[in-house]
């Protein structure tokens, strides 16, 4: 069926139809297949007749690939008047031609087969009347080819397309005014005798007569003489005013730009005048919110961190302000001002430390003593929970009541002397050991002092040496001897959480549970708390650790995404990552040596 369809088309194309007479010829003539080969690959398969000359295969690739070819073989290009028997076809047999093309383009890519229709055959039954049934042999046949688009609708978000009666012709639109298919053009050519077809009724203007239309354009010319470019130039003065209106256009253009750079400058003045207003805005701020800060006395460490940092870097703007001045007289009287401002700042600071460090340990004796005073508890053979006071537990509850009442400020004169009062009865039954006898002596100064009506600002010292030798006498195992037993209960028990260990401090000498130190202290000999090792590295160092805190939680998170909970920069500090950073790697990056803290991590090495 493809031979004779080929056959077919290569008759078309020499003018020759095939009819029932010449269809025996036809059929008689020996076909052969060629094999084009485009790049040693086989690109395409098809049969021709073999009195098909080369120009007619040309026509035939020139379907598929749309571009100007040439056929060769053994690498000798063939002409287009040879036939396929002239280069050695034999009928019914296979010869292989090579393909090139002219224009250099890759004819793979351009290779497209020719599509090929498929027959479908259904049975069709058709109902006629109320028992008839004929069945219909109906054969389907699929054209793949793509029908022209005559309008409709199309669903933009479905691609659904719709169609009706109406759409699948040529649109005619209604009371739509004819064109005009005639034309009368005056000709500026010699006179044409022959007779030819056009789309359009055509007239010509002829010499003899003219037959007018509605279209036509009519003008008047009379006869002038003939004027040259250079004197219309010089008759109508066209330099000159071209002249002018250049300058005018280059004064209006100078106008425009000048406006423009006035208008930039404005803008610009004006944001800059609107960062310095933001910008000292933001200052005060700052400033305002470090005030606030200031006046509501700190509580927290980090309220101690950010106030002793502004005053490293006031200290520091302030030694560079020093240095720029010339005079050595005005430069020293400077340093003398800045170390008392200085010391006045610590020294005010340190203040509000000890305060919050008393509140610190007054919270923290009572809640040792709501620990001594907590009654015992015991399991009956009848597994019932029982709680018994005991005698310590009595005299550690009268021991925190009084505590409480001592340490108060809210109270008047004659309540603080109930309370003192109360107070030495406690004491009167521990009389005759030095250390109860100089409590004493401290409460009847203070009693003394408040009947002759000295204020209470002068009263805070001697409450203040009462409060510390009471909380002394409160530790003392022979007074209280619950909290011996809370305080070693936590060293002695094997099964006892690090929270609950106690270590002394080899600087304030004060004992303290494990959480008051750094990991890394409680496996060492001398062991320093929080407490002291911030204040050598804030208070007398001036070290900003945020950064390198920063680091070591970052690492931390690395290792835990890892699995990795035994790795050491779980025991690490941030003085520590300090150290392993500025001393062991000198603060520089180990790759790019870059100093800039902020962008460095600790990563495996």
């Known amino acids: 069926m493809m031979d004779c369809k080929h056959d077919a088309d290569i008759t078309n194309n020499n003018h020759l139809a095939v009819t029932p007479d010449n269809m025996n010829n036809i059929s008689a003539m020996s076909t052969i297949i060629i094999k084009f080969i485009f790049n040693d690959s086989i690109l395409c398969t098809i049969s021709f007749r073999t009195d098909t000359t080369i120009g007619e295969v040309k026509t035939k690739l020139a379907e598929m690939f749309h571009e100007e070819i040439e056929i060769e073989k053994d690498s000798a290009v063939i002409g287009n008047d040879v036939t396929l028997m002239d280069i050695g076809a034999i009928p019914l047999g296979t010869i292989e031609l090579g393909l090139k093309c002219c224009a250099g383009v890759d004819l793979t890519k351009l290779y497209r087969p020719t599509p090929m229709p498929t027959v479908d055959v259904i049975m069709v039954r058709i109902f006629e009347g109320k028992k008839q049934i004929k069945e219909y042999v109906v054969e389907i046949e699929k ?151 200031i006046k509501k006395k700190p509580s927290s460490r980090h309220d101690f961190d950010v106030l002793y940092m502004i005053i490293g870097k006031w200290w520091t703007n302030e030694m560079q302000r020093i240095r720029d001045i010339p005079d050595e007289t005005i430069r020293k009287n400077e340093h003398v ?145 619950n909290s011996k037993a809370i305080r070693m209960s936590g060293r002695l028990r094997r099964g006892a959480t690090p929270e609950e260990r106690y270590f002394t401090c080899s600087r304030c000498n004060r004992t303290l549970p494990a959480s008051e130190y750094p990991a890394a202290a409680q496996k060492s000999v001398h062991r320093i708390c929080n407490s002291c090792e911030w204040v050598e590295n804030v208070g007398s160092k001036r070290i ?62």
């Open 143 to 293: 054209s793949d080819h793509v029908k022209p688009w005559l309008g409709g609708y199309r669903n933009k978000m479905t691609r659904t397309e719709y169609h009706h009666a109406e759409t699948q012709t040529v649109y005619v639109k209604k009371n739509q005014v004819q064109c005009n298919n005639q034309s009368a053009q005056t000709p500026v050519f010699p006179l044409k005798h022959t007779q030819s077809n056009t789309m359009i009724t055509r007239r010509t203007q002829t010499r003899s007569r003219y037959i007018p239309d509605i279209g036509d354009v009519f003008k008047k010319v009379s006869d002038k003489s003939y004027v040259t470019y250079d004197e219309w130039l010089n008759k109508y003065n066209i330099v000159d005013h071209v002249i002018k209106i250049q300058t005018w256009y280059r004064h209006i253009k100078m106008k425009k730009r000048q406006k423009n750079i006035l208008e930039h400058l404005y803008e610009y003045t004006e944001l800059q005048v609107h960062t310095k207003e933001e910008l000292r805005k933001k200052l005060d701020r700052v400033d305002s919110a470090d005030n606030n800060l």
């Open 544 to 605: 900003d650790l945020k950064p390198y805190k920063q680091m070591l939680n970052t690492i931390q998170k690395r290792e835990l995404d890892k699995n990795s909970t035994s790795s050491l920069c779980f025991g690490m500090q941030p003085s520590g990552m300090y150290y392993l950073v500025n001393v062991i790697w000198d603060g520089r990056s180990a790759i790019t040596e870059a100093s800039e803290i902020s962008s460095l991590q600790c990563v495996r090495w």
């Open 337 to 481: 001002k800045l170390l008392q401002k200085e010391i006045y700042y610590l020294s005010k600071l340190d203040r509000c430390r000890a305060e919050c460090r008393e509140k610190a340990e007054q919270k923290q004796l009572l809640c040792l003593l709501n620990k001594a005073a907590k009654p015992k508890k015991m399991i009956t053979s009848n597994n019932k929970e029982v709680s018994i006071s005991t005698i310590e537990t009595q005299k550690a509850t009268v021991l925190k009541n009084i505590y409480v009442k001592i340490i108060r400020r809210d109270v008047n004169t004659e309540e603080r002397i109930e309370i003192l009062n109360e107070f030495t009865d406690i004491l009167l039954k521990c009389e005759g050991i030095e250390f109860i006898e100089n409590i004493l002596a401290l409460v009847r100064k203070e009693i003394d002092q408040m009947y002759v009506g000295v204020p209470k600002k002068n009263l805070e010292m001697t409450r203040n040496r009462i409060e510390l030798l009471f909380s002394k006498f409160l530790n003392f195992p022979e007074y209280n001897k």
